[in-house]
């Protein structure tokens, strides 16, 4: 069974830094795409970073040059390094994999099967 439990949210300062993990179990990471999304309140979920088997990272642009996702093939996780925080990152954020190499649309979160719980990141100006 394929469970990820996202861990690392907090609160933090605007120009801060926090660092989000996500255990997998139950599969492979190496061998899905996953990603990070968020969502705030009222809004849509949104794709913010994802990576595919071939290590290919896309990033939203709000967060090109901000944020870095990663993953631990040793420690089968995800991890989203997230620097220069600003209020608007204030979310709920998930974690999510699909059991394919890649997807074509890899920030719509109707490509990903499965999903994690969520951390809340809260960040103050």
């Known amino acids: 069974q394929v469970q990820l439990v996202e861990s690392g949210g907090g609160s933090a300062q605007a120009g801060g830094s926090l660092r989000l993990s996500c255990a997998a179990y139950?599969?492979?990471?190496?061998?899905?795409?996953m990603a990070w999304f968020r969502q705030a309140p009222g809004k849509e979920r949104e794709g913010v970073a994802s990576?595919?088997?071939?290590?290919?990272?896309i990033y939203a642009d709000s967060v090109k040059g901000r944020f870095t996702i990663s993953r631990d093939n040793a420690k089968n996780s995800l991890y989203l390094q997230m620097n220069s925080l600003k209020p608007e990152d204030t979310a709920m954020y998930y974690c999510?994999?699909?059991?394919?190499?890649?997807?074509?649309?890899?920030?719509?979160?109707?490509?990903?099967?499965?999903w994690g719980q969520g951390t809340q990141v809260t960040v103050s100006s």
């Open positions: 999510a994999a699909e059991p394919r190499t890649w997807v074509q649309y890899p920030r719509r979160a109707s490509e990903y099967k499965y």
């Open positions: 139950g599969y492979t990471v190496s061998r899905y795409t």
């Open positions: 990576i595919d088997s071939y290590g290919t990272r």
